[in-house]
T-cell receptor, first 117, second 111 residues
Framework: GAVVSQHPSRVICKSGTSVKIECRSLDFQATTMFWYRQFPKQSLMLMATSNEGSKATYEQGVEKDKFLINHASLTLSTLTVTSAHPEDSSFYIC?????????????FGPGTRLTVL | AQSVTQLDSHVSVSEGTPVLLRCNYSSSYSPSLFWYVQHPNKGLQLLLKYTSAATLVKGINGFEAEFKKSETSFHLTKPSAHMSDAAEYFCVVRRDDKIIFGKGTRLHILP
């Protein structure tokens, strides 16, 4: 199946710094990518939908100025956590939809563990 | 509004015995339902999906799920558990272009 990668897999940063997470579709072009956040022992929560060449659509309660999403190409979307704080520590997962398949089919990256000290 | 409830946060079964992971959904119309599996340090993988074609859906690795509208359930089953099945399983419902995850069920396989 289609492959989605994320980089880095783990990152530790100091409070107040910014962290960028990359999501790449390796063998297909993804016009739409999604960013999720998973809190410990909880479900994945959709943060935003990223469309190539346009502004991301954020879910209610997600601060768009804090979680900057850029989808500059058909194979790359980035999530930047700005001025990170300990409460931003979480597991972030991206997914990409394969255009040739139904809207139901998404392929997920392996996730990025962010720890803010 | 659509939502999905996974009734068990942890399930333990012995190797070779059947697996049952329960999922109930609420939806105002006929839903699209999925089961995903997440192995440690790996990405989510689609096990199977229901999109109103057949109520019994067969997936990968011997898993299957049955859509029961009267019970608003979509439970995941496997006749015989294998050690490699130990993972976290997510029941998912689709809302428009977005998917909503259940809280997950951790499956433990006992030797």
């Amino acid at each position: 199946g289609a492959v989605v990668s994320q980089h880095p897999s783990r990152v530790i940063c100091k409070s107040g710094t910014s962290v960028k997470i990359e999501c790449r579709s390796l063998d297909f072009q993804a016009t739409t990518m999604f960013w999720y956040r998973q809190f410990p022992k909880q479900s994945l929560m959709l943060m935003a939908t990223s469309n190539e060449g346009s502004k991301a659509t954020y879910e209610q309660g997600v601060e768009k100025d804090k979680f900057l999403i850029n989808h500059a190409s058909l194979t790359l979307s980035t999530l930047t956590v700005t001025s990170a704080h300990p409460e931003d520590s979480s597991f972030y997962i991206c997914s990409a939809r394969v255009p040739s398949l139904s809207t139901d089919t998404q392929y997920f990256g392996p996730g990025t563990r962010l720890t803010v000290l | 509004a659509q939502s999905v409830t996974q009734l068990d946060s942890h399930v333990s079964v012995s190797e070779g015995t059947p697996v049952l992971l329960r999922c109930n959904y609420s939806s105002s119309y006929s839903p699209s339902l999925f089961w995903y599996v997440q192995h440690p340090n790996k990405g989510l993988q689609l096990l199977l999906k229901y999109t109103s074609a057949a109520t019994l859906v067969k997936g990968i690795n011997g898993f299957e799920a049955e859509f029961k509208k009267s019970e608003t359930s979509f439970h995941l089953t496997k006749p015989s558990a294998h050690m490699s099945d130990a993972a976290e399983y997510f029941c998912v419902v689709r809302r428009d272009d977005k998917i909503i995850f259940g809280k997950g069920t951790r499956l433990h396989i006992l030797p």
